[in-house]
Structure formats: structure tokens, C-alpha cells
């Protein structure tokens, strides 16, 4: 008998990707599905609980992606592949990614993933890389099941012990991940000297981006509770002019505004810088005393909204200096001849106007007075009186 015929046989991969893909192409379009509700189920959550995410993507894992997974070898013997039993063997079938804006929100999703599905395994990368001596991106992974109660359901049951993978990473780690294709070398020890020091720097400045990016988040959540509470309690004169402080100031002094938006309050504190002011103890002193309803009514006949009665009594407290440094002084013919009418109808009412001007114009005015007319801190009390 010939020695040849007792070799063992090589196996077939070409076999083995072909059989496997037939046999995918049958439930992929279950596993899409089944990405979308993990999505949507996500999606979901993080509405209800507030949390916001830069993305969620879902997709099932494409027929040539899943060919070329197929033929991996097995890393114990090359001839015997990876993934004897695709179907099963291969996790991420249906995938979903989570993309964040910062890092302490991973684990925050990690929460809630936890709390919405069975985990089955969770995978850090970031650990798996350095194992490796490789270069790449750091994510959370993590392997989920519907838990019963939903597969009890009826739109749920065909999704009865399908897994899912669910990626979880920050948008610079998703940047690193989307150009990672394009990088030829994996492993620290094959790369040229010159390209290591350079992928060793990019990666160590996306780390700091990220540190950096959640110490802003931290400082600005510090910083917007700190004005709030400040506007509770009068010290106005350290809140700085920001669209949340003057949306706190004003819910305060005038009375909340469901209708209006975060971009409103945004111009808001663009046009209030450029007045001049630099705090809200300044804007304080500038209305004080002047009555937002009656200023609506004499100008427009009717109570106007929070914002429209707030610029009226800007309008009383500082008279011509608010239109000298207002940022729509040159726009067209339109807004000065508004300013007058309405000053017209105060002065008709016998509302006393102002000339106040902020501590910072005042250097470029030396002879500007902060409250002309005899309109000072002290007197703005009446000016409101008809």
C-alpha cells in the first residue's frame, strides 16, 4: 500500500466557505432583524434614561466579511479551521455599535446593557491588544442574549437564543477604528522604528483627547451647577454670562418658557456679551426695578414671551446705549426705528429710561453715565410706575 494513502487528508476550506456562506445567506436576514431590535431596545433606554450617545449602529455581519472569517485557520493547527461550526462558532453575526461622546459614558451603556439583556461575555480590547504587542482601538464588547421576558413576547420569540455583539467605544476610539483598515502593521515588533514612534504618539494623543474631553465635561457640569445654585441664592456677581446661567437667572426672575429652545438662550448670552456684560450682578442692576408686563403691554399691547419681555427691560434700563452696541445696530433700517417706537411708548407711560452701560464699555466711554436720567440702582424701583 502506498505511504501517500495513510497522509491525512488537508481539509477543504474553499468547502467549508462555500457550504457555511449557503447555509448564512439563509439567516441573515433573521440576524438583521435581530440587530435592529437590540438597537431599538437600546435606543429606547438611553432616551428614557436621559443618557446621550453620539451613535447606534446595527447591522448583520455582510456574506463576504462572513467568507473571510470563515477561513481563518485555528490558531492551536493551521489545517483545521477556526470556526469548525460558523453558524454558532462565529458571535457577531448581528452586531450593534454604541459610539460615545465620553469616556465615563462606557460604562454607563455598560449599565444598561447589563440591565436590558442576558451578558453572556464582555470583552475588553484595549487589554487584548496589549496581550498582543498590537496596535488598534480600544473597546468594550459585549455578547448578549434576550432575556426571557422578551422572548416570551411574540414580535421577540424568533429571536429565542440568537446572540448579539455589542461594541461599545468613544468617538476617538471609532476614528482610530474606522482608518485602522488602511494600517499595514499590526505588531509592535514588525513595524519600522520611525512609523512605531508615530503610531505611539497618535495613540497617545487620543488617550488624552478623551481624558481631556471628559475633564471638560466634568468642569462644565461643575461649573452649570455652581451658577444655578448661585442664581438661587442672589451672588450674582461670579456667574459668568453662559446660555444656561441666563436660562436659570431668567426662569428665576421671570418664570419659566417651555416653548423656548437652547438655541435662543444661546443668542441670548451671545447678545448680552456683546452689550458688555460679563455677569449676571451687572444684568441684575441694569432691569432692576422695571416691570417685564407692563413693559410688554406698553411696546406690544400684550404680555409677550420670557426672552421678548427680558430685551424690553434691557431696552429701559440702558435707552440709546442699547442701541449703540447692540450686534443688529447695522441691520438695515429696521431696528433702530423699533428700538425708538418702543421707547416712545415707555416715555409715553412715564417709564423713566435708563443709559446704563457695562464696567466694560465704560473704558471705551469715559463719559458715558451708568444710569442717566436720574435712573440709578436706587431709583429703578419707580421706573416701571405709569
Known amino acids: 500500500m502506498n505511504s501517500v494513502d495513510h497522509q491525512p487528508r488537508a481539509f477543504d476550506f474553499e468547502t467549508h466557505r462555500l457550504k457555511a456562506i449557503a447555509e448564512y445567506q439563509k439567516v441573515r436576514p433573521s440576524y438583521e432583524e435581530f440587530a435592529d431590535v437590540v438597537r431599538k431596545i437600546l435606543s429606547e433606554v438611553f432616551d428614557a434614561r436621559e443618557l446621550r450617545v453620539h451613535s447606534i449602529q446595527a447591522r448583520a455581519k455582510e456574506i463576504e466579511s462572513f467568507g473571510r472569517k ?120 514588525t513595524i519600522p522604528t520611525s512609523i512605531r514612534r508615530r503610531f505611539m504618539s497618535l495613540a497617545g494623543m487620543l488617550e488624552i483627547g478623551d481624558r481631556e474631553f471628559q475633564a471638560i465635561q466634568d468642569e462644565d457640569d461643575l461649573m452649570r451647577k455652581s451658577a444655578r445654585q448661585s442664581v438661587r441664592t442672589g451672588e450674582l456677581e461670579n456667574v459668568e454670562i453662559t446660555p444656561d446661567a441666563v436660562r436659570a437667572y431668567l426662569d428665576r426672575k421671570l418664570g419659566h418658557d417651555g416653548r423656548l429652545s437652547d438655541f435662543s438662550y444661546e443668542y441670548l448670552a451671545r447678545q448680552l456679551r456683546a452689550l458688555g456684560f460679563s455677569n449676571l450682578r451687572e444684568v441684575d442692576e441694569c432691569v432692576a426695578g422695571f416691570d417685564d408686563d407692563r413693559l410688554s403691554r406698553y411696546a406690544w399691547g400684550a404680555r409677550q414671551g420670557q426672552i ?79
Open 70 to 189: 470563515v477561513l481563518e485557520p485555528s490558531d492551536i493547527g493551521p489545517e483545521e479551521p477556526r470556526y469548525p461550526n460558523p453558524l454558532t462558532d462565529i458571535t457577531d453575526l448581528a452586531g450593534v455599535r454604541v459610539i460615545t461622546f465620553f469616556p465615563r459614558t462606557l460604562e454607563e451603556v455598560g449599565n444598561f446593557i447589563r440591565s436590558e439583556f442576558n451578558v453572556t461575555e464582555k470583552s475588553d480590547k484595549a487589554q487584548l491588544l496589549l496581550e498582543e504587542e498590537k496596535f488598534g482601538y480600544s473597546s468594550i464588547h459585549y455578547l448578549v442574549r434576550l432575556k426571557g421576558n422578551r422572548t416570551e413576547l411574540l414580535e421577540y420569540s424568533r429571536f429565542k437564543g440568537l446572540l448579539a455583539e455589542i461594541q461599545v467605544r468613544t468617538i476617538l476610539q471609532h476614528a482610530w477604528a474606522e482608518i485602522e483598515h488602511d494600517i499595514q502593521y499590526k505588531s509592535v515588533n
Open 308 to 386: 421678548e419681555r427680558f430685551d424690553l427691560m434691557l431696552l429701559a434700563g440702558m435707552g440709546e446705549n442699547y442701541q449703540k452696541l447692540h450686534p443688529l445696530r447695522s441691520s438695515g433700517d429696521w431696528f433702530v426705528p423699533s428700538c425708538e417706537r418702543k421707547l416712545a411708548a415707555f416715555r409715553e407711560r412715564g417709564v423713566r429710561i435708563g443709559s446704563y452701560i457695562a464696567p466694560s464699555k465704560r473704558v471705551a466711554d469715559q463719559s458715558a453715565p451708568v444710569k442717566a436720567d436720574s435712573t440709578d440702582a436706587a431709583s429703578a424701583s419707580s421706573n416701571a410706575i405709569p
